[in-house]
Every structure is written in structure tokens, then in C-alpha cells.
């Protein structure tokens, strides 16, 4: 038996990747069949992804609207004070208690390149709770944080690369 390239593997790991983030909660044998390769292919593929931690998890995509929640994005500039001791609490990710304490729940956090420095998105029951969040985040990061901006998601239109069913509803945004 032929041994697989490693420019092959690739190729067939993205392939794997794109089915999972198609729908990741689909059965390896459907996955399979769209991919054209065999299950234990699939399954192997996929047990090795997981291990190297090319995938992370798994994710439910949840419409937010439904739970009664709201979907928020700040962003966050910083002052040009040097982070040192408050990477630890960042990297310990204190703040997700933090704002679990105010009824937020943090979906993502990314460290940025470009105008702005971090942007965490979060969920919120109302603007009050979400401006609640960011005035605890400021007091929390007190002398690193220049500039704030809350925004508020009106419609998601595609998220975790998963389009949303209702799309045709975004007219009633426009």
C-alpha cells in the first residue's frame, strides 16, 4: 500500500474539517460519503485533529432570540502601559467569572492586530446588562483600557460558518 503525501493528508484533513464545520453533529458515515472517502478514513482523520488540537470542540449554534438573549461585540483599545502581571489574568480568564456575575455569558475573545487591541463578543439579556459588563471591565483592567466600544448584533446573518435559517427574516431589519 502507498504511502499518503503529506500534501494529500492536508487535502483530505480540510476536506474532513469543512463537512465538520458544515454541520459537525452529522454521523461519520454521512460525513464520509460527502468527503468520498471510508469511515475509518473520516474517523481516523478525525481522532487526529482532536488529538493535535487542530479541533478545539464542538459547538451548538443557538439562536440567541429564541433563549431571550442578545448578542454583543466590545472593543477594547489599550493604553500603551506594558501588560506584564495582568497577562496572567487575562490567560487565567477570571473575566468569564466576572461576567457571569453580571448575567453575561463570553462566546469569544481574541487578541487583535490593528486599530483595536481585543474584542470579546457575549451574550446579554438587555443593553443594561451589556453596558454593566463593560463599566465592570473597565474598573477590572483599570489603566490598561483606553477606549471601549460596545455594538450591539442585530441580525446574524452566517455564524460559526453556519448560515441562519431565518435569513429571509433580514428584510424585517432593513
Given at each position: 500500500?502507498?504511502?499518503?503525501?503529506?500534501?494529500?493528508?492536508?487535502?483530505?484533513?480540510?476536506?474532513?474539517?469543512?463537512?465538520?464545520?458544515?454541520?459537525?453533529?452529522?454521523?461519520?458515515?454521512?460525513?464520509?460519503?460527502?468527503?468520498?472517502?471510508?469511515?475509518?478514513?473520516?474517523?481516523?482523520?478525525?481522532?487526529?485533529?482532536?488529538?493535535?488540537?487542530?479541533?478545539?470542540?464542538?459547538?451548538?449554534?443557538?439562536?440567541?432570540?429564541?433563549?431571550?438573549?442578545?448578542?454583543?461585540?466590545?472593543?477594547?483599545?489599550?493604553?500603551?502601559?506594558?501588560?506584564?502581571?495582568?497577562l496572567?489574568?487575562?490567560?487565567?480568564?477570571?473575566?468569564?467569572?466576572?461576567?457571569?456575575?453580571?448575567?453575561?455569558?463570553?462566546?469569544?475573545s481574541?487578541?487583535?492586530?490593528?486599530?483595536?487591541?481585543?474584542?470579546?463578543?457575549?451574550?446579554?439579556?438587555?443593553?443594561?446588562?451589556?453596558?454593566?459588563?463593560?463599566?465592570?471591565?473597565?474598573?477590572?483592567?483599570?489603566?490598561?483600557?483606553?477606549?471601549?466600544?460596545?455594538?450591539?448584533?442585530?441580525?446574524?446573518?452566517?455564524?460559526?460558518g453556519?448560515?441562519?435559517?431565518?435569513?429571509?427574516?433580514?428584510?424585517?431589519?432593513?
Open positions: 500500500m502507498a504511502k499518503v503525501s503529506l500534501q494529500q493528508t492536508d487535502i483530505d484533513e480540510k476536506t474532513v474539517i469543512a463537512e465538520l464545520q458544515r454541520d459537525a453533529n452529522e454521523n461519520i458515515d454521512t460525513i464520509a460519503r460527502r468527503c468520498k472517502f471510508s469511515r475509518q478514513k473520516v474517523w481516523r482523520i478525525i481522532k487526529k485533529l482532536e488529538e493535535n488540537h487542530t479541533i478545539w470542540g464542538y459547538h451548538a449554534v443557538v439562536d440567541t432570540q429564541r433563549v431571550h438573549l442578545k448578542n454583543y461585540i466590545i472593543l477594547i483599545k489599550k493604553t500603551s502601559t506594558p501588560i506584564g502581571k495582568l496572567e489574568t487575562i490567560l487565567s480568564r477570571d473575566i468569564e467569572q466576572d461576567a457571569a456575575e453580571v448575567g453575561v455569558s463570553i462566546t469569544n481574541f487578541y487583535l492586530h490593528g486599530f483595536y487591541d481585543w474584542m470579546i463578543t457575549f451574550t446579554a439579556e438587555n443593553i443594561r446588562k451589556a453596558k454593566k459588563f463593560c463599566e465592570q471591565f473597565n474598573r477590572i483592567y483599570q489603566g490598561y483600557v483606553k477606549e471601549i466600544y460596545l455594538i450591539e448584533e442585530i441580525f446574524p446573518v452566517k455564524t460559526c453556519i448560515q441562519n435559517p431565518n435569513v429571509h427574516k433580514l428584510r424585517d431589519f432593513v
